[in-house]
């Protein structure tokens, strides 16, 4: 079975400060990663997507990918409260088009 | 604007009870999927779509199945309600290929 995973947290950083999120994954043939995130209650919604290693930069969010060491990361800058939330992992295997989620990361920004 | 629309967004069922999620998207999507999430677990695939009337069976299925008569709709049906499958309910679609999967706002059924 293939496997994200995530540190439960929860992440607890002080506002303005950068939240880091990490998460690893089993199946090197992956292609595809995102970052969701999931306020409670609600379904999640995309941050970040990202396919090829580097990093990915899109306002206060940057996403790093590490084929080589399976492992994908977001970073959020200037975090704010309304930041605190969930923050899903997922990674899709292109050739059958199942994408595949960590058990999320929370992170809570205290004012 | 993307979306993806659950028929319910809470649900109380009867333990035994046949149980039937909709969920429609608008965007010609190939792929749809259903999820369960619950605290701790993260969110498990229980069934994936790719084409009108093919199905795969994701890491759960037991105690469910799903019908795709149509490429904007997939159905998750609940042959005889449990208690056990009291859940969050997501459903899900993306283009063939690794493209994003947007989410529906989810229906929390309960069975009692």
């Known amino acids: 079975q293939k496997e994200v995973e995530q540190n439960s947290g929860p992440l607890s950083v002080p506002e303005g400060a950068i939240a880091s999120l990490n998460c690893t994954y089993s199946d090197r043939g992956s292609q595809s990663f995102f970052w969701y995130r999931q306020y409670s209650g609600k379904s999640p919604e995309l941050i970040m997507s990202?396919?090829?290693?580097g990093d990915k930069e899109d306002g206060r969010f940057t996403a790093q990918l590490n084929k080589a060491s399976q492992y994908v990361s977001l970073l959020i800058r200037d975090s704010q409260p309304s930041d605190s939330a969930t923050y899903l992992c997922a990674v899709n295997e292109n050739n059958f088009n199942k994408f595949y989620f960590g058990s999320g990361t929370k992170l809570n920004v205290k004012p | 604007d993307v979306k993806v629309t659950q028929s319910s967004r809470y649900l109380v069922k009867r333990t035994g009870e046949k149980v039937f999620l909709e969920c429609v998207q608008d965007?010609?999507?190939?792929?749809m999927f259903w999820y369960r999430q619950d605290p701790g677990l993260g969110l498990r695939l229980i069934y994936f779509?790719?084409?009108?009337?093919?199905?795969e069976k994701g890491d759960i299925p037991e105690g469910y199945s799903v019908s795709r008569e149509k490429k904007e709709r997939f159905s998750l049906i609940l042959e005889s309600a449990s208690t056990n499958q009291t859940s969050m309910y997501l459903c899900a679609s993306s283009f063939r290929g690794g493209g994003v999967a947007f989410f529906g706002q989810g229906t929390r059924l309960t069975v009692v």
């Open positions: 779509s790719y084409d009108v009337k093919m199905k």
């Open positions: 965007m010609d999507h190939e792929n």
């Open positions: 990202i396919y090829s290693n």
